[in-house]
């Protein structure tokens, strides 16, 4: 049979959500909710000076001096 | 020649997903920065071999890892070196406290092997596709997908969390649907 190769919609996957999105740990899952609370929690906004600094440094020696070893 | 006052910003941008994914891989914070800071030269370094367009998040991922893993090598041979298997169980976890639920979860996490770790990370938490994952892992999708799973029976086990069926229908109305079907 031909033209089998096109994927069926998805059946029970109606939650607006990307395809690629879709999976055991979505919205419906307990693991996957406290992963994500988990996550939030370290995704702080905030960027510490270190690194701007270290990524001004950089930009102004093109060439840096650390990070060489290999 | 890319610009490199976006690659900069790029970056720049990209440092709290950078430190997130650290911390939960080093279970440190203070070697998580470090780990940060490293990837940030090391992707200065390499600027040249990114290719505008595709996904910086992922690149950048890709060589965090890679630092952490070498860096694990090395800290196991100093440990081996030194004797001293006390450094190694020095894990400091970030100043948030979160409820006591969620350190729970941190505790559950924590005990699985790194590969499961990083794979439950990157897809349920990171938002990345199993192929994107895969790219940064070196695996196959099909390696990452069994290393989720098992994550995720994992902490399930772990956390006394029963009654979640893997995908779609609960198990009640999926063992309706197959008997029915059945």
């Known amino acids: ?70 | 020649m890319t610009e490199p006052q976006s690659f900069r910003d790029g970056l720049l941008a990209a440092v709290p997903t950078l430190r997130a994914f650290a911390v939960s891989l080093a279970k440190n914070a203070d070697r998580a920065d470090d780990l940060v800071q490293e990837t940030l030269v090391k992707a200065w370094d390499k600027q040249a071999s990114f290719q505008p367009g595709t996904n910086l998040k992922a690149w950048l991922f890709t060589i965090l890892r890679n630092e952490f893993y070498s860096q694990m090598r090395k800290r196991r041979r100093e440990v081996e070196d030194s004797d001293g298997a006390i450094t190694a169980r020095l894990s400091v976890h970030p100043a948030q406290d979160g409820s006591s639920d969620l350190n729970d979860f941190r505790k559950a996490l924590e005990l699985l092997p790194e590969d499961q770790r990083e794979a439950i990370i990157l897809i349920g938490a990171s938002g990345f596709s199993y192929e994107e994952a895969a790219e940064i892992c070196g695996c196959a999708v099909g390696t990452i997908k069994s290393r989720v799973s098992r994550a995720r029976n994992r902490l399930q086990e772990i956390l006394g969390i029963t009654g979640e069926g893997d995908f779609g229908p609960d198990p009640v109305t999926a063992q309706i649907t197959s008997t029915i079907v059945a």
């Open chain 1, 1 to 70: 049979m031909s033209g089998m190769n096109y994927k069926k919609p998805g059946k029970n996957r109606g939650l607006g959500r990307d395809a690629s999105t879709v999976d055991p740990l979505g919205v419906n899952s307990e693991i996957g909710r406290k992963l994500k609370q988990y996550y939030d929690e370290l995704l702080t906004p905030e960027i510490p000076d270190r690194f701007s600094k270290l990524l001004q440094e950089l930009e102004k020696h093109e060439l840096p001096q650390s990070a060489t070893e290999e």
